[in-house]
């Protein structure tokens, strides 16, 4: 596709439920994000996928959060027994090249937990 | 102490203003820095992406970045009502595995009247 697509794009949850979140990033893009923006703040990294290496799995919040990328496809991000301090929105991120800063972002899947 | 700081605002400005945006930072490792602008309710597109000190001239948008200050700047010349967005400093390390991990601010918003 043209850019980096996100599904679903809102979803409202009840405290408690798993929930599982869509990344298909641009072809031919090695290295894919997460990152989650919350209220008021600044983005934060959660999980970095470059091709077959292991992932950098250094930003995710708790061990309720795991994600996953088939190949150098679409990748999935899966919190489970949500709590309300997840509601935010979760930007997936793609890039050609692992060292800069030139990151294409996708509209986002924003999270709302009861 | 955060690592980056960014004013967030809410900034209002008349069209044609210039406008001037800032970030100061504290972690000297910091290489890379960019500017990404973010509509309501889009994910980031990147704007401007330099390199060290100095500065860049891309259109209305010039990028600083003053090391030694550890002070980043993005300024807007002749402002436009499509301008009115939030601007969202990042940043990150040079070389190594970690310059792939951006580290964003919180995003000033601007809006611009016409």
């Known amino acids: 596709g043209a850019g980096v697509s996100q599904s679903p794009s809102n979803k409202v949850t009840e405290k408690g439920k798993d929930v599982e979140l869509r990344c298909d990033p641009i072809s031919g893009h090695t290295a894919l994000y997460w990152y989650r923006q919350r209220l008021g703040q600044g983005l934060e990294f959660l999980i970095y996928f470059q091709g077959n290496s292991a992932p950098d799995k250094s930003g995710l919040p708790s061990d309720r959060f795991s994600a996953e990328r088939t190949g150098e496809s679409v990748s999935t991000l899966t919190i489970q027994r949500t709590q309300q301090e997840d509601s935010a929105v979760y930007l997936c991120?793609?890039?050609?090249?692992?060292?800069?800063?030139?990151?294409?972002f996708g509209e986002g899947s924003r999270l709302t937990v009861l | 102490q955060k690592e980056v700081e960014q004013d967030p605002g809410p900034l209002s400005v008349p069209e044609g203003a210039i406008v001037s945006l800032n970030c100061t930072y504290s972690n000297s490792a910091f290489q890379y820095f960019m500017w990404y602008r973010q509509y309501s309710r889009k994910g980031p597109e990147l704007l401007m992406y330099?390199?060290?000190?100095g500065n860049k001239e891309d259109g209305r948008f010039t990028a600083q970045v003053d090391k030694s200050s550890k002070y980043i700047s993005l300024f807007i010349r002749d402002s436009q009502p499509s301008d009115s967005a939030t601007y969202l400093c990042?940043?990150?390390?040079?070389?190594?595995?970690?310059?792939?991990?951006?580290?964003f601010g919180k995003g000033t918003l601007l809006t611009v009247n016409p």
């Open positions: 991120a793609s890039s050609r090249r692992r060292n800069t800063g030139e990151l294409f």
């Open positions: 990042a940043m990150s390390e040079q070389g190594g595995g970690s310059n792939y991990k951006l580290t």
């Open positions: 330099t390199y060290s000190s």
